[in-house]
Structure formats: structure tokens, C-alpha cells
């Protein structure tokens, strides 16, 4: 079973920065296809933020961070951030950390079996 545990979330104003961190145990990442994160802002659907492949190595982001947000994992502490710069009012959400270990779409939510409880990001205007 694997666990993950947000944390690194707050409130920051318009043009800000935060780094959110997801600590997993129970499974190491190099025994994950992928790892990623997606958030869901109230009334909307969950959306794909930013994922790293394992096989082969590849980083993946969603049109809206492109640019802005950095995604990378600390293999040695079994941790995956997302450095988040820039940040925009429409960036506020529960974002969500997830692994997923079979192949699959790393943009699709479907192709993760593992989440975390989700951390809360408030961007002010």
C-alpha cells in the first residue's frame, strides 16, 4: 500500500511563489510508472497539473502551468515537488499528489491507483 502526504500549501498573493511537497511510503518511486499532480477548484473538475514518467524519463505539464510550474522528485527521500512561480488567482485550488504504477496516460487521473488528502493553495488578487 502506498501512502502520500501533501504539505507545503497556503495563501500567497498574486505573482508569488510556493513549493508543495509529497512524501510517499509504502512503495519507492522507482517502483512507480508515474507521479504527478492535479488539482480541482470549487465547481470545476479535476485538472492535470504536472506529471514525470519514469520509462522513459519525461516531465509533462498542463497548458495553464506550462512555464510557470516545475515538477521534480527527490528519489533519495522518496518526494516529488511542484515548484509553483508566478502564481495567478485562477492557480487556486486543492491540489493533490498521485502515483500511478501501470502504464497509462500521465495526464489522465484514471491512470493513477494512489492519492494523497490534498493541500489547499489560496492565490490572492
Known amino acids: 500500500q502506498v501512502q502520500l502526504v501533501e504539505s507545503g500549501g497556503g495563501l500567497v498573493q498574486t505573482g508569488g511563489s510556493l513549493r508543495l511537497s509529497c512524501a510517499a511510503s509504502?512503495?519507492?518511486?522507482?517502483?512507480?510508472?508515474?507521479m504527478g499532480w492535479f488539482r480541482q477548484a470549487p465547481g470545476k473538475e479535476r485538472e492535470f497539473v504536472a506529471a514525470i514518467r519514469r520509462l522513459p524519463a519525461m516531465t509533462f505539464y498542463g497548458d495553464s502551468v506550462k512555464g510557470r510550474f516545475t515538477i521534480y522528485s527527490d528519489n533519495a527521500k522518496n518526494t516529488l515537488y511542484l515548484q509553483m512561480n508566478t502564481l495567478k488567482p485562477e492557480d487556486t485550488a486543492v491540489y493533490y499528489c498521485a502515483a500511478g504504477t501501470q502504464i497509462g496516460s500521465t495526464s489522465e487521473a484514471s491512470s493513477y491507483n494512489y492519492w494523497g488528502q490534498g493541500t489547499q493553495v489560496t492565490v490572492s488578487s
Open positions: 509504502g512503495r519507492t518511486f522507482s517502483s512507480m510508472y508515474n
